[in-house]
C-alpha cells in the first residue's frame, strides 16, 4: 500500500521537466509486435502501466530491457498471441495489443476486460472495426478469441472518436491487404505519435490529427529507433499546481500546442502562461476566476484534467461548472473534495463549485490515476496535512511527483505501508 502525505500551503517555484506520455508509448510498446527484431523506444517514463505493457510483451516472447529511459524491445522470438487474464485486468490498455497481434499472427486471444472505477469500458467500437478488416470473434467464458485468414482493408466509420478503437485498428490494418480509411477518429496527439512511429517501422498512414486516416497495408515492416512525445497530461497537472498554489514554474521539456485547450482556460481564469518552444511558463496572478469547462475529445478540453481542475476551481472566485461528457462515471473525486471543505454539488454528469476562500487537509482516497493526481493538487493548497490512500493509482500514470513536487518546494512524502 502506498500513500502520500503533503502538508500544503507553499507556492510552487522552479523548474520542471515532463517525462515521455504515457498514453504515446503504450500504443507503441504494443505496436513494436508488428516487427520483428530489436527496436528502441526513448524517453520511456518509469510507470505502473508501464511495467505491466513489458511484463505483457515478455508473455509473448519478446526480450525487453529498460535502461534509464531507453527501452529495448527485441520481438524476433515472439511466439504467444495470447494476453493472460491477470495482465487484462492489471491493465486496460492492453487491449491495444489486438491489432499488433492479428497484424502478426492472425490470431488474438484476451480475456473480457471488466469495467472501472471511471464507469463501463466497453470495446464494442474495437471489435466491430476488427470484424470489417476481415477477422472472426469468438466469445468464450470470460474471453475473446480473433482469427483472421487474412486481414482485408475497408472503410470503417467510428460511432464516436475512440482514442483506444483509433489505435487498435491502424495497428490492425498496417498489414492488413489493400486501403482502411477510418472515419469519425480520434485526433489526440497521441495518434500522430503513433502514425509517426508505424510509419518510422515502414507503415503507409496519413491523417493522423484529422478525422479521417487512410492506412495502405504493406507487407514488410522494419525495426526502428524512436522517441516518444512528452506528457500533456503531466503538463497539464503541472500548469494547474502552479496555477492554484500561486505559484511561478518552467515546465520543461513540453509540446505546447498540446495543452491548447487548458492554456485557453487559465489565462481566463487569470493565470499567465507563455510559451517559448519546448517550454511553458506558468505565474499565479492571485485568487482563481471561476470557469465553465466541458470535457471534449481533442482538441477540446481533455477528460484526463478534468479532476485537477475541479481542485483548482474548489478555491476560485465565482461560482465553476464543470461538465464530463467523455466518461459515464468520473466526477468520483468531488467526494473526496468535498472531504477537504470543498463545496461540490453533482448535477448529472456535471458538478457545480462553489470555489471556497481555503480547503482543508483531510484522509482521502485517490480512486483512480488522475483522481488521485487531483488530491495531491487539493493537498498542495490545502491548510494542514492531507493523507492521500490509494497512491498505487497515482504511479500509474506519474512518474516520481513527489519528487518533481518537492523540488518545486512542495511538502510531500511518499510512505510505503
Ligand atoms: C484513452 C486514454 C485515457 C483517456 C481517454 C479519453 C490511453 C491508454 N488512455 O482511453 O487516458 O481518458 O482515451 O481521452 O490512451 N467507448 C465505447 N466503446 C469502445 C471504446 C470506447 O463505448 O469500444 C467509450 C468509452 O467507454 C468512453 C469513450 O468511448 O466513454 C471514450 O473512450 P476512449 O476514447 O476509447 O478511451 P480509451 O482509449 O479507453
Known sequence: MLKYEITGGVRLKGKVRISGAKNAVLPI???????????????????????VMIEVLKHLGAKVTFTGTVLEVDTTGLSVYEVPDDLMRKMRATVFLMGPLLGRFGKVRISQPGGCSI?????????????????????GHGYLLGESKSLVGNEIHLDFPSVGATE??????VKAKGTTIIRNCAREPEIVDLQNFL??????IRGAGTDMIKIDGVEKLQTIDYTVIPDRIE???????????NGDVIIENTIPEHVEPLIAKLKEAGVEVGCNDDQIHVKGNGRLKALEVKTLPYPGYPTDLQPQIMTAMSVAEGTSIITETIFE???KHAEELLRMGAAIRIE????????MSKLYGAIVEASDLRAGAALVLAGLIAEGKTVIHGGEHIERGYEKIDEKIARLGGQINRIVE
Open 168 to 173: 487498435n485498428l491502424m495497428m490492425g490494418a
Open 329 to 331: 462515471n468520473r466526477l
Open 29 to 51: 510498446l504494443a505496436a513494436t509486435v508488428l516487427t520483428q527484431g530489436k527496436n528502441i523506444i526513448r524517453d520511456v517514463p518509469h510507470l505502473k502501466d508501464v511495467e
Open 119 to 139: 464507469g463501463p469500458r466497453p470495446i464494442n467500437f474495437h471489435i466491430k472495426g476488427l470484424k470489417s478488416l476481415n477477422t472472426e470473434f469468438q466469445e
Open 199 to 204: 510509419n518510422g517501422i515502414g507503415a503507409r
Open 235 to 245: 503538463t497539464g497537472t503541472f500548469m494547474l499546481a502552479t496555477a492554484l498554489t
Open 348 to 355: 448529472g454528469h456535471s458538478a457545480i463549485i462553489n470555489g
